[in-house]
């Protein structure tokens, strides 16, 4: 279940998918695996609430998303198999998909930088 991160050109999970209409789950035997796979490594915190401490996201949740996928590369997205059994019909699906998901990005980025200016001003 190896995967090379450097090589992937796509973002990996944000907290924001889970809320995104649009989102694809992996199969339950998949989560398993990924899980299986957080618990037994060194970056996993053996302690409530259980994250990851290098990517900070709660397990339980990130690895279900399908393009989550491990910021070291222990485990990979679920994306191409997602493609393959056509959730998305065509391209122009695809890319109206990826455009929420930036605009989405986009919005988090501009609340962020606006936050941090009215903590600058303060
Ligand atoms: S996502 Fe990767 S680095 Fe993080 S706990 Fe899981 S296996 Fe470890």
Redo the contacts with the bound molecule.
């Keep these: 279940m190896e995967f090379d991160v450097e090589k992937y050109e796509k973002r990996n999970a944000m907290p924001w998918d889970l809320v995104y209409p649009g989102k694809h789950y992996v199969p339950d035997e998949v989560f398993k695996e990924?899980?299986k796979?957080?618990?037994?490594?060194?970056?996993?915190t053996k302690k409530a609430p259980r994250?990851?401490?290098?990517?900070h996201?709660w397990?339980k949740l990130?690895?279900t998303l399908g393009i989550?996928?491990?910021?070291?590369?222990?485990?990979g997205p679920y994306e191409e198999e997602l493609l393959e059994r056509k959730w998305f019909k065509n391209q122009e699906e695809q890319d109206l998909s990826d455009k929420a998901i930036r605009t989405m990005q986009d919005a988090a980025v501009a609340s962020k930088e606006e936050e941090n200016k009215k903590q600058e001003n303060s």
């Design positions: 990924r899980y796979i957080c618990s037994g490594c060194e970056f996993f994250i990851c401490k290098k990517c996201c397990m990130k690895a989550a996928y491990c910021p070291v590369g222990k485990w």
